[in-house]
């Protein structure tokens, strides 16, 4: 996306702050912006004005898998099939080996007239085959499985990601304090009264989703850096196009607490912030 065009996710992060604090967004990097502003003004009530920046952690090398698995198929004209290849969610697999040399050994697998072979169940008696087996999950496929083309289509390669997660707020506030120390510069040069900063939690930090949306809000909180007076932090937009799934937010030094949803809170430093709705995004007039 072009630099200075708001995405959705800031976009949506940006309108849930202005309803939180019941004040108007005003959006600051649009198009023909300067580098390196922040991404919204919202303008209170009583006056004052709060800057937020907005991004998404996550972990990169399973957004990586991600996208294999989300990309378009694959085609592969050497094969006499489609393959289906399910992949484990595991930061480890690196996915261009993986899709650069799978292919030989799914070729021995038709060969021998193999279907599918998987992590647990027995290698295929052929030497061959059981070794192009082994090939394919050493580079991070636990199955493969053969499809049937239509006629005329080229063989295809497929992936989709698999795997369970557990509740992980360590990881969360790992992902807060990485993403602090990255937005900090932008929020200490912004002009305003406070600054906040949004984390999108993407579904990668799998850990992390799954313990903003079943647990309480936990008691650690991550080291930031001095200049972010609040921090916000979402889960469930970007899947669902829902406002949010889940909402925290952390007001240093306090602890992490849960927002529900049309519950508005006021400023740490302020007196309290009247009601009202929230507005739709506006260019910053000039000056």
């Known amino acids: 996306m072009p630099r200075g065009d708001l995405d959705f996710a800031e976009q949506a992060a940006g309108a849930i702050v202005a309803e939180q604090l ?7 990097d649009i198009p023909g912006a300067c580098d390196g502003v922040h991404d919204f003004d919202i303008e209170l009530t009583d006056g004052r004005h709060v800057a937020l920046e907005v991004t998404s952690a996550g972990v990169e090398d399973l957004e990586a898998l991600k996208r294999v698995a989300l990309e378009p198929v694959r085609e592969e004209p050497t094969l006499g099939y489609h393959w289906w290849l399910s992949l484990p969610m595991d930061s480890s697999i690196r996915v261009k080996p993986l899709t650069a040399n799978v292919g030989p050994h799914l070729e021995v697998l038709e060969q021998y ?23 394919i999950f050493a580079l991070g496929a636990d199955r493969a499985t053969r499809l049937d083309p239509k006629p005329g289509e080229v063989a295809r390669l497929m992936a989709s990601l698999h795997g369970g997660a557990g509740s992980d707020f360590d990881s969360m506030n790992d992902l807060v304090a990485e993403s602090a120390q990255k937005k900090v510069k932008k929020l200490l040069e912004a002009p305003g009264d406070e600054k906040h900063l949004f984390v999108w939690i993407r579904s990668s930090a799998a ?3 799954l313990a903003i949306a079943t647990l309480p809000a936990p008691e650690d909180t991550p080291p930031l850096p001095g200049g972010i007076d609040v921090v916000w932090v979402g889960t469930g937009a ?7 799934e889940r909402l925290l937010r952390l007001c240093p030094p306090g602890a992490w607490e849960t927002i529900a949803p049309h519950t508005r809170v006021a400023l740490r430093l302020g007196r309290g912030i009247n009601a009202g709705s929230a507005l739709p995004v506006r260019a910053a007039p000039p000056d």
């Not at 019941?22 to 600051?28: I, P, Q, S, T, Y």
């Not at 007239?113 to 090939?135: C, K, M, S």
């Not at 970007?238 to 949010?244: E, H, K, W």
């Open 207 to 209: 850990g992390a989703e």
């Open 238 to 244: 970007a899947r669902t196009g829902a406002r949010f």
């Open 22 to 28: 019941g004040g108007r967004l005003v959006g600051v």
């Open 113 to 135: 007239g193999i279907e599918q072979v998987r992590t647990r169940d027995a290698l295929p008696h052929a030497g061959d085959a059981a070794e192009a087996a082994r090939a």
